[in-house]
């Protein structure tokens, strides 16, 4: 029974959840959570594997890092953080380099010491090939960025694998979320807050969601219930924005991934927790070994777990997990938004609601803006 509620939201990851936290905290609201999977957390779910032991990220590797401190105070109320700070490896031509390309990177690669200016200077004359053109496109904005030749190497063979879209054909966006650093810093994100969370990613949500307003409702799929739900009531959908219009203005492309998942019989696989594998050849794109994401913890030193990523395009049968975002894609949701706009009920949020590559800080933040200019004003009329 729907009408019982104030709230309904569509979707338990990090935008409903924390939706759902305000509401029945802040304004008193009593709110209907529900999910089509059998689990809270949407894609940050994670799960202690039953032989090991180790915790692992079930929709891929989690790493929580922001710049933002309202962001980082909010979690502060559900968890603390280990002092976890990401790095990255890759494997290019059966040597071992660090992600994302630093000075180290570009010493070892060109196989002799540079100072900061030098290497400056080395990959500035590489990226005059693009004769001062501005970059429009992944491939032109890497070639500014770092030059031909580290291209070739760490980014063209692993993001054929990735997007299997040609990347003239991808938004310059996606590079340049990884930095270019000219000093040995290594560390994979720049931000002034990082860490995992010290018990778990589910702990989070079991926290956010245990309040006695707030009903969690599990494997139910939105659409078999739309029609029960009364048309005045407020609903948050986090869902895939064309399945909720029944794709009446085209299919929104995603990429989505194969995690291929087994426990080893040894302690440590590959001494770190992710190694990306540069080269085409190779096919899948990284290897994750969740033990090293929790070195604090006591996990059993004969045993491991790993899981290889391949990526492909996502039929409509698979997870969306990130948006693929041509310049017909941006077309198509433009259509999707017109429509979400008149759609005065429902309030459309999350990576999959607004077609966005989110990070969890990210979707959290978006969620509370959403929470305070659009639903607490709502609310409060009711
Ligand atoms: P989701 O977590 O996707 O939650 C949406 C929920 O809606 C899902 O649980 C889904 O089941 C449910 N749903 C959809 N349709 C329906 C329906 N019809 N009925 C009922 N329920 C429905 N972020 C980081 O900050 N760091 C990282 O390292 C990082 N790595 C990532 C790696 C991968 C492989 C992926 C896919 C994402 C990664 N992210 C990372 C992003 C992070 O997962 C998102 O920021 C976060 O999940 C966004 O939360 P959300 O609530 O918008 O969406
Ligand atoms: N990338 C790459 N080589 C790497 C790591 C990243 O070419 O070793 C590119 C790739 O196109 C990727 C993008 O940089 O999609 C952003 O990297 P990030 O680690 O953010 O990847 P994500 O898994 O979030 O897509």
């Known amino acids: ?33 529900i999910d089509r999977r ?16 180790i915790e692992v990220h079930r929709y891929g590797a989690h790493l929580f890092h922001t710049p933002n401190k309202l962001v980082w105070d ?12 990401h790095r990255v490896f890759a494997s290019h031509r059966n040597s071992v380099y660090s992600m994302p390309i630093n000075l180290g990177t570009i010493c070892q690669f060109f196989g002799r010491q540079f100072t900061p200016d030098e290497a400056r200077a080395l990959v500035a004359s590489q990226a005059q090939e693009l ?30 694998k990735q997007w299997q879209t040609d990347p003239t054909a ?9 930095p270019v650093r000219y000093n040995f810093n290594n560390r994979y994100f720049s931000d002034a807050y990082e860490g995992l969370p010290t018990d778990g990613y589910t702990a989070i949500f079991d926290k956010m969601l245990e309040h006695r307003n707030i009903e ?29 219009f029944d794709y009446r203005a085209g299919e929104l492309n995603w990429r989505t991934i194969d995690f291929e998942k ?46 290889r990523e391949y990526s492909r395009f996502a039929g409509r049968d698979d997870e969306p997990y990130y948006p693929i975002d041509t310049s017909d894609d941006k077309k198509t949701y433009q259509a999707y938004k017109k429509l979400a706009e008149a759609e005065t009920n429902v309030i459309f949020g999350g990576r999959l609601g607004t077609y966005r590559y989110l990070d969890m800080h990210q979707a959290i933040a978006a969620a509370i803006k959403t929470f305070e200019t659009d639903i607490t004003p709502r609310l409060s009329q009711s």
């Open 74 to 85: 909010y979690l502060a109320n559900f968890t603390t953080f280990t002092s976890y700070q």
């Open 38 to 53: 059998d689990h809270i957390g949407g894609n940050a779910y994670s799960e202690n594997d039953k032989e090991t032991g």
């Open 170 to 178: 991808l938004p310059a966006s996606i590079i340049t979320r990884l």
């Open 262 to 307: 087994e426990v080893l019989p040894v302690g440590d696989f590959q001494g770190t927790a992710v190694m990306n594998y540069s080269d085409e050849a190779v096919p899948y794109t990284r290897i994750l070994e969740f033990r090293h994401f929790n070195p604090e913890r006591q996990y059993p030193d004969d045993k491991t777990v790993i899981v």
């Open 131 to 160: 004769g001062g053109k501005e970059p429009d496109n992944l491939e032109e904005k890497a070639i500014s960025l770092i030059g031909r030749p580290l291209y070739d190497a760490f980014i063209r063979g692993y993001t054929a």
């Open 1 to 33: 029974d729907f009408s019982q509620f104030d709230l309904v939201i569509v979707g338990a990851g990090f935008f409903g959840a924390t939706i759902a936290e305000r509401a029945a905290k802040t304004l008193g609201k009593k709110v209907l959570i």
């Open 216 to 244: 969690v409702s599990l494997g139910i799929d939105y659409f078999a219930v739309k029609n029960a739900i009364p048309a005045d009531k407020l609903v948050v959908f986090t869902g895939p924005i064309d399945r909720y």
